[in-house]
Structures are given as structure tokens and as C-alpha cells.
């Protein structure tokens, strides 16, 4: 599916269109089990994901589960908000605090996740290697985990974390098959073998 892009409000700066970008998102009429990003300015439309990658999804939460505290939650359709990013994603897995999700509405701000997933599918690889992971960093994500079957034909995970000034440090990468460690507040030892390869 080709994104819809959203011309600037004429009149208003950088920034102030905010709201209008994200009333189009809210508007969106998208086909069921579609995503509806705004990925820098652009309000984009993806299709539902495959089975591998809502088994990758379903395998990584039941691990993460083992660990969280029992007053955070997993989430898969919880919009993240950047709105100095231009952005607005719904990441595959986000780790919150439920408290955060106190107030109404259909998004919290980005720098409340402990952390986010992305997997990438071959419509929205380009959009989590580069766009999301500057995304995530400037806004502070603490943990940012990047799964990649479509990665050069080596599917990699690769863990990014300790932002400063709106840049990630590479925590870790490895191929599937090996084990890639979230360190503490999760302490697991994920073994990547068993995620499916598309």
C-alpha cells in the first residue's frame, strides 16, 4: 500500500501541524488488521503482518512475561507519540508501566516505554532500521529491540539502548540461531533460534 502524505497546514510552522497530523491519522479509514503509522510527516498504511511475524510476536511476549513486573504491561496496537519526530508509531510490542495508561485516548507519549519491539516485514523494513531506531533514540527510549528476518538474508536482532542526544548505542547484535541478553530491569536471555525465518 502506497502512504498517504499530508501536505503542511499552510500559514503554520514546523511542529504546529501536529494536531492536524494526527486527526488524519485518527480518520484513516485502513482495511482490518492494517497498521496506521505517521512516520516523519507521512501518515502510512501497512498490511496486517504475516504468521511468522505474529508467531516472532507471540513467542518474544510469553518470554517478556516471565519477567515484567506484574504492574506493567505488554501491548501490541499502543500508539507511541513523537510529535518533534513527526512521528506516531504503533510498535509490534511495547513494555509500560499500566499506569501510564491511566488517561483516554489511543496513544502515550514515546519516552514512557521500557521497551520496544520491531519486526520488521519486507513492506516496513526500511521504516524500522533507520526511521523508528532515530525515532525511539530521540525520544528516549530506555531499550529498543530490532528483529530483522529480512536482514541480507541473515536475520539479525539487534538491541540498542543507552540514548544521548537522540543517538543509540549498539547493546548487542546477533544472527538467529545465537542468544541476545535484555539486560536488567527484564534480565532475560532470549534464544533466538526459535523465532520462524520468513
Same mark, same amino acid.
Not at 485516548?105 to 524500522?128: F, K, M, W, Y
Given at each position: 500500500?502506497?502512504?498517504?502524505?499530508?501536505?503542511? /497546514?499552510?500559514?503554520?510552522?514546523?511542529?504546529?501541524?501536529?494536531?492536524?497530523?494526527?486527526? *488524519?491519522?485518527?480518520?484513516?479509514?485502513?482495511?482490518? @488488521?492494517?497498521?496506521?503509522?505517521?512516520?516523519?510527516? *507521512?501518515?502510512? /498504511?501497512?498490511?496486517?503482518?504475516?504468521?511468522?511475524?505474529?508467531?516472532?510476536?507471540?513467542?518474544?511476549?510469553? #518470554?517478556?512475561?516471565?519477567?515484567?513486573?506484574?504492574?506493567?504491561?505488554?501491548?501490541?496496537?499502543?500508539?507511541? #507519540?513523537?510529535?518533534?519526530?513527526?512521528?506516531?508509531?504503533?510498535?509490534?510490542?511495547?513494555?509500560?508501566?499500566?499506569? /501510564?495508561?491511566?488517561?483516554?485516548?489511543?496513544? *502515550?507519549?514515546?519516552?514512557?516505554?521500557?521497551?520496544?519491539?520491531?519486526?520488521? #516485514?519486507?513492506?516496513?523494513?526500511?521504516?524500522?532500521?533507520?526511521? %523508528?531506531?532515530?525515532?525511539?533514540? %530521540?525520544? @528516549?527510549?530506555?531499550?529498543?529491540?530490532?528483529?530483522?528476518?529480512?536482514?541480507? @538474508?541473515?536475520?539479525?536482532?539487534?538491541?540498542?539502548?543507552?540514548?544521548?542526544?537522540?543517538?543509540?548505542?549498539?547493546?548487542?547484535?546477533?544472527?538467529?540461531?545465537?542468544?541476545?541478553?535484555?539486560?536488567?530491569?527484564? @534480565?532475560?536471555?532470549?534464544?533466538?533460534?526459535?523465532?520462524?525465518?520468513?
Amino acid at each position: 500500500m502506497d502512504p498517504l502524505t499530508v501536505d503542511p /497546514v499552510p500559514g503554520q510552522g514546523p511542529g504546529q501541524d501536529w494536531d492536524d497530523l494526527v486527526r *488524519i491519522w485518527e480518520e484513516t479509514d485502513a482495511p482490518e @488488521g492494517c497498521k496506521v503509522e505517521i512516520i516523519e510527516e *507521512i501518515v502510512t /498504511v501497512s498490511p496486517p503482518p504475516s504468521t511468522d511475524h505474529n508467531v516472532t510476536a507471540e513467542l518474544l511476549q510469553r #518470554s517478556l512475561y516471565t519477567v515484567i513486573p506484574g504492574e506493567w504491561g505488554i501491548y501490541q496496537t499502543l500508539g507511541l #507519540s513523537l510529535p518533534g519526530r513527526g512521528g506516531l508509531y504503533i510498535p509490534d510490542l511495547v513494555v509500560v508501566p499500566r499506569e /501510564v495508561l491511566s488517561g483516554p485516548g489511543h496513544q *502515550i507519549p514515546a519516552e514512557e516505554a521500557r521497551l520496544v519491539v520491531e519486526i520488521t #516485514s519486507r513492506a516496513n523494513a526500511n521504516h524500522d532500521r533507520v526511521s %523508528k531506531v532515530n525515532g525511539y533514540a %530521540k525520544a @528516549g527510549v530506555e531499550l529498543f529491540l530490532l528483529l530483522d528476518p529480512w536482514h541480507s @538474508g541473515r536475520p539479525t536482532a539487534t538491541l540498542y539502548g543507552e540514548p544521548e542526544d537522540g543517538t543509540y548505542r549498539v547493546l548487542e547484535t546477533v544472527e538467529y540461531g545465537r542468544e541476545l541478553t535484555l539486560p536488567e530491569p527484564f @534480565g532475560l536471555v532470549l534464544d533466538t533460534g526459535v523465532f520462524p525465518i520468513s
